[in-house]
């Protein structure tokens, strides 16, 4: 497994990936918090700023698939989190689409509106780092004042959380070549905590090798790209676009939320 299976798309050539990545993260931050402000009653309103993350991933080129299925993939912790709601708020709720009504509950209405939320911001996330290199990214967030520590712990996750994930397959690999399945809850729970020291063990003895090579390559700390960080008149376009985008649908939206 390899990095590349997260933004693999990053390294394409279209006008989004040419844009600045400290541009792209500022209005993707305005972005997530614009849409997580709005009511928890009017779900509907949120399909009108999905417009907004679907258009970077068409102008970007990436495939709405491969959105969709990391969205899934990190779905089910929200899920959760959603289905509560119908059961400790069962206050009776009218909703309206268009000319239709009909009674249903406020817990159902906050469920529909945390998935819809979830959605729309997890595509403005996979549509900035499906655009943007990460190491222009942490570069970036340098530049932009993020601590220098939480920078490089995101680098290090993102560099070597896969050999970490090749690790562990190589253990489930070792253990289903040696056959050991239908084993007691007792027993599997012995293998279980053995494999997991073992793979705790290796996690520390990579975690040594990478601090020595990169000692000996002179890592400073700071986290270089060959990109050149500049916000040139097209960074200063889109922001504007991003805005009135934003402005006209708070204009168009707000009578639906008094």
């Known amino acids: 497994m390899h990095h590349a299976h997260i933004d693999k798309f990053a390294y394409q050539d279209s006008l989004v990936h040419r844009l600045d990545s400290r541009i792209k993260f500022i209005i993707v931050l305005i972005f997530t918090a614009v849409v997580?402000?709005?009511?928890?009653?009017?779900?509907?309103?949120?399909?009108?700023?999905?417009?907004?993350?679907?258009?970077?991933?068409?102008?970007?080129?990436?495939?709405?698939?491969?959105?969709?299925?990391?969205?899934?993939?990190?779905?089910?912790?929200?899920?959760?989190?959603?289905?509560?709601?119908?059961?400790?708020?069962?206050?009776?709720?009218?909703?309206?689409?268009?000319?239709?009504?009909?009674?249903?509950?406020?817990?159902?209405?906050?469920?529909?509106?945390?998935?819809?939320?979830?959605?729309?911001?997890m595509l403005a996330l996979i549509a900035l780092v499906s655009t943007t290199r990460f190491n222009d990214l942490l570069?970036?967030?340098?530049?932009?004042?993020?601590p220098k520590l939480l920078t490089i712990q995101l680098g290090f996750l993102y560099r070597y959380i896969f050999i970490l994930i090749d690790r562990a397959q190589h253990i489930l690999q070792a253990r289903a070549g040696r056959k050991l399945k239908n084993l007691?809850?007792?027993?599997?729970?012995?293998?279980?905590?053995?494999?997991?020291?073992?793979?705790?063990?290796?996690?520390?003895?990579?975690?040594e090798q990478i601090n020595i090579a990169m000692q000996a390559r002179g890592f400073d700390r700071k986290w270089r790209t060959i990109s050149k960080l500049q916000v040139r008149g097209r960074d200063l376009v889109f922001a504007a676009i991003t805005a009135i985008f934003l402005f006209g649908l708070h204009f168009l939206v707000r009578p639906f939320l008094q």
């Open 36 to 121: 997580i402000s709005l009511p928890v009653t009017s779900p509907a309103i949120l399909t009108c700023y999905a417009v907004g993350p679907f258009a970077i991933l068409v102008l970007g080129r990436i495939p709405i698939r491969f959105a969709l299925k990391h969205i899934l993939v990190v779905s089910p912790f929200v899920l959760v989190l959603a289905l509560s709601c119908p059961l400790y708020d069962k206050t009776s709720f009218t909703a309206a689409f268009g000319p239709f009504t009909w009674q249903t509950s406020a817990g159902w209405m906050r469920c529909f509106t945390i998935l819809g939320k979830f959605i729309v911001t």
């Open 184 to 207: 007691d809850a007792k027993i599997e729970l012995k293998t279980a905590a053995a494999m997991l020291g073992s793979l705790f063990i290796r996690s520390i003895d990579t975690a």
């Open 139 to 146: 570069a970036g967030l340098q530049q932009l004042g993020l």
